[in-house]
């Protein structure tokens, strides 16, 4: 039976050799016209450093007078002919980036998209740590910013409705200047530009700026401009950096708080999100990965993953009792006392600061 008619032998072989015909006509006339990628493919990962090549599948009714090929909207490359491109990645932000091939022939232009993932071009080296001193800590404090000047830590303590800026003795672990925040603000980073100190909330768009030695507020400020929640704050002595929970660290200027920049942060398998609270050391960027023991070491121009302090065992696993205070109060905190070389650690609700010492693996 063939398309519902009772047939012959000969009829149908008739009807298949027809039908195949017509499927190769069709399959001939799109092979002819179609262009595409064949080069990157979509979505490609690609470890910075490394070239890729580019290649177009070409139509051949179509005549190609000349291509010409832009990463972004950067021209990168033109060929009066269809030979493949060798395109670099040294020097590349890391990220997505779009490939776009213009091609013109026959008083006409046609346009072709891919994109590419650079990552980071070598694997993180691996951290350990060793304890030098445990310092007492407040176990009210959900810690979500941790900085050390002066001789004492400043800290900005998070939750509705017990929200905090403190200045801390170190050695005792005595508050001895504290600013609460009204309960509709969940305070989160903090950080000490100069005589100020700019602290955040999460998802009220709101920051606080107070005098830093009477812990008066001096001023409120918005921020909504590419960075939707609040999470993690640190001055590198030029620029604020901000973190919102993805892999993106923003740039803001020290005065206006404006975004000015920002990089996203890759390792050699992919982004890092979860970025949280942040510390600027000797020229990097040491980030706390929300809900694991990671702090990553990150370079500020490329965003790439350099090395990874894995802080396992820090705090005994039984010291919280239910699996939701576990969950809860995660590592969270990075403090560096510049002058005496000292880094020290903490996370929510912990009842110790812990000065380390980091070595590689």
Known sequence: MLFGLKTNQPTKLFLLIACTAFLNACKEKSASTYRSFVSPMMGLNIASGKPFDVQLLFGKEKKVDSVVYFLDSTRIAARTDTTAIKMETTGLKLGNHLLTAKIYGEGAADELTSNVNILAGQAPVDYTYKIVKTLPHDTASYVEGLEYHDGFFYESAGDYGHSSLRRVVPATGEIVQKVDLPQQFFGEGMTVVGDKIIQLTYREKTGFVYDKNSFKKLSEFTYNEGTQEGWGLNFDGEKILKTDGSNSIFFLDKDTYKVIGAIEVFDDK??????????????????????????????????????????????????FKTED????????????????????????????????????S
Request: hydrophobic share 40%; net charge positive; charged share 20%.
């Open 270 to 319: 992919g982004a890092i999100s979860q970025l949280n609270e942040l510390e600027y050391i000797d020229g990097k960027i040491y980030a706390n990965v929300y809900t694991t023991n990671n702090i990553l070491i990150i370079n500020p121009a490329t965003g790439a993953v350099e090395g990874k302090i894995n802080l396992l065992g820090l705090l005994p696993n039984n010291y």
């Open 325 to 360: 205070e576990r969950a809860n109060n995660v590592l969270n905190g990075i403090a560096y006392d510049k002058v005496a070389k000292k880094l020290y650690v903490t996370g929510k609700k912990w009842p110790h600061i812990f000065e380390i010492k980091i070595s590689k």
